[in-house]
């Protein structure tokens, strides 16, 4: 079974513009969570997503939006990028909504803001 | 909102030394799972503990969950290279958006062959 998909891999972009990720979760999955990690807050929740649904969010401004379609393949997208947006995005799914579902992670998209 | 303390924040040890990372949480939590992280990789996920007082082991790792549901750890006995990583937990609170993951900040974990 494939794994969770991240597309792109990198990318490099200025200040101003606005990125658009990209998640396909594990074949089954329903659930699709994205995180962001920096060296120096770790890896911190964005928002969470089930039957095309945002069900949690983080602590992140408006900037930060997500969505999921009908196939439970998912996008965030960052506007007016900001110099510290720079980090790895990851997003993980599940097989279901709950509490007691392991995440599977994807190899993550890591963005560079110039 | 809620979070894990984890540490240490960094543990070098000399292949064949045992580790052990903490987490702790103020409040009780629903769950934690502990997950590990490679250089150059993505978290994988290792185990869940729900259960208070919990314990359970895979090979050379034991994770703990303490008896009041706001503590964990992982000990790995007589580290291998294969170890490191950087491992972290990652708790579950009961409520509303208190069910998103809520990772630590991570024990980055290096041995010396």
């Known amino acids: 079974k494939a794994g969770v998909t991240q597309t792109p891999r990198y990318l490099i972009k200025t200040r101003g513009q606005q990125v658009t990720l990209s998640c396909s979760p594990i074949s089954g999955h329903r659930s699709v969570s994205w995180y962001q990690q920096t060296p120096g807050q770790g890896l911190q929740f964005l928002f969470e997503y089930f039957s095309e649904t945002q069900r949690n969010k983080g602590n992140f401004p408006g900037r930060f939006s997500g969505r999921q379609f009908s196939n439970s393949r998912s996008e965030m997208n960052v506007s007016t990028l900001e110099l510290g947006d720079s980090a790895l995005y990851l997003c993980?799914?599940?097989?279901?909504?709950?509490?007691?579902?392991?995440?599977?992670f994807g190899d993550g998209t890591r963005l560079s803001i110039l | 909102g809620q979070q894990v303390m984890q540490i240490p924040q960094y543990q070098h040890v000399q292949e064949g030394e045992d580790f052990t990372t903490y987490c702790n949480s103020s409040t009780t939590l629903s769950n934690i799972q502990w997950y590990k992280q490679r250089p150059g990789g993505h978290p994988v996920f290792l185990i869940q503990?729900?259960?208070?007082?919990e314990v359970k082991k895979q090979k050379r790792l034991t994770f703990q969950f303490g008896e009041a549901k706001k503590n964990s750890s992982l000990h790995i006995t007589a580290t291998q290279t294969t170890d490191v990583g950087t491992y972290f937990c990652?708790?579950?609170?009961?409520?509303?958006?208190?069910?998103?993951?809520?990772f630590g900040k991570g024990t980055l974990l290096t041995v010396n062959p």
């Open positions: 990652a708790g579950r609170w009961s409520g509303g958006s208190n069910y998103k993951l809520t």
């Open positions: 993980a799914s599940s097989p279901g909504q709950g509490n007691n579902q392991p995440q599977h």
């Open positions: 503990l729900v259960k208070s007082g």
